[in-house]
């Protein structure tokens, strides 16, 4: 079993930034990509980003592209979303994900692992 535990969230202007980080404990994620979803309020989950195992490879959604930026310490067990620039329709809870492979996917259902969500909130 892997425990996500994401933390960081909170409430931002926009033009602002957060740092999420997501800290894994159980299992490790080091030979795992990881990912970052979010929700908003009446809307279906979507990918925001995507890391390989060794962080070699990165992708994002084109609504963040540009903006946020997915890293990892293995050595930590930890994955972290910097977001800069945020903007209202950032708004959303931010699940953080281990895949059940090592290179980057975009897709839900090759994640196993999910966190609790952390609330990220941008005022306008």
């Known amino acids: 079993q892997v425990q996500l535990v994401e933390s960081g969230g909170g409430l931002v202007q926009a033009g602002g930034s957060l740092r999420l980080s997501c800290a894994a404990s159980?299992?490790?994620?080091?030979?795992?990509?990881m990912g970052w979803f979010r929700q908003a309020p009446g809307k279906e989950r979507e990918f925001v980003a995507t890391i390989s195992w060794s962080g070699g490879t990165t992708e994002y959604a084109n609504s963040v592209k540009g903006r946020f930026t997915i890293s990892r310490e293995n050595a930590k067990n930890t994955v972290y979303l910097q977001m800069n620039s945020l903007k209202p329709e950032d708004t959303a809870v931010y699940y953080c994900?281990?895949?059940?492979?090592?290179?980057?996917?975009?897709?839900?259902?090759?994640?196993?692992?999910w966190g609790q969500g952390t609330q990220v909130t941008v005022s306008s």
């Open positions: 159980g299992r490790t994620i080091s030979t795992y990509a």
């Open positions: 994900a281990r895949a059940t492979v090592g290179r980057v996917t975009t897709v839900y259902y090759e994640y196993r692992y």
